[in-house]
């Protein structure tokens, strides 16, 4: 059974750069023609799709996020990572890692718990 688990601060300041892992079990992000990605949602918002990683090693970005973004994986620790930049608080929100047949989605059949970010000073 493949389970995803973020991880990372729950807190960081303006200005600086958020990084989070996901490490999955269960299986490997690169196969299964998988798109491995990140969602958040924002306190009283909808879900945001932010980016992906393809069991190829590809990678896309929602536009809106493209300049601030980046999303890798460490293979040898079946781990992908997001990081993004120049936070403000409105990037303030619970983050989500997902596996998906399909680059992008809000409802993935399988995320993991979500962590909370709160970008404050």
């Known amino acids: 059974q493949v389970q995803l688990q973020e991880s990372g601060p729950g807190l960081v300041k303006p200005s600086q750069t958020l990084s989070l892992t996901c490490t999955v079990s269960?299986?490997?992000?690169?196969?299964?023609?998988?798109?491995w990605s990140w969602i958040r949602q924002p306190p009283g918002k909808g879900l945001e799709w932010m980016g992906a990683?393809?069991?190829?090693?590809?990678?896309y970005y929602s536009p809106s996020l493209k300049s601030r973004l980046s999303i890798s994986r460490d293979t040898s620790k079946n781990q992908f990572t997001l990081q993004l930049s120049s936070l403000t608080p409105e990037d303030t929100a619970v983050y989500y890692c997902?596996?998906?047949?399909?680059?992008?989605?809000?409802?993935?059949?399988?995320r993991g718990q979500g962590t909370q970010v709160t970008v404050s000073s």
């Open positions: 269960g299986g490997s992000i690169t196969t299964g023609y998988y798109y």
């Open positions: 990683i393809a069991y190829s090693g590809s990678t």
């Open positions: 997902a596996r998906e047949l399909v680059v992008k989605t809000t409802t993935p059949r399988l």
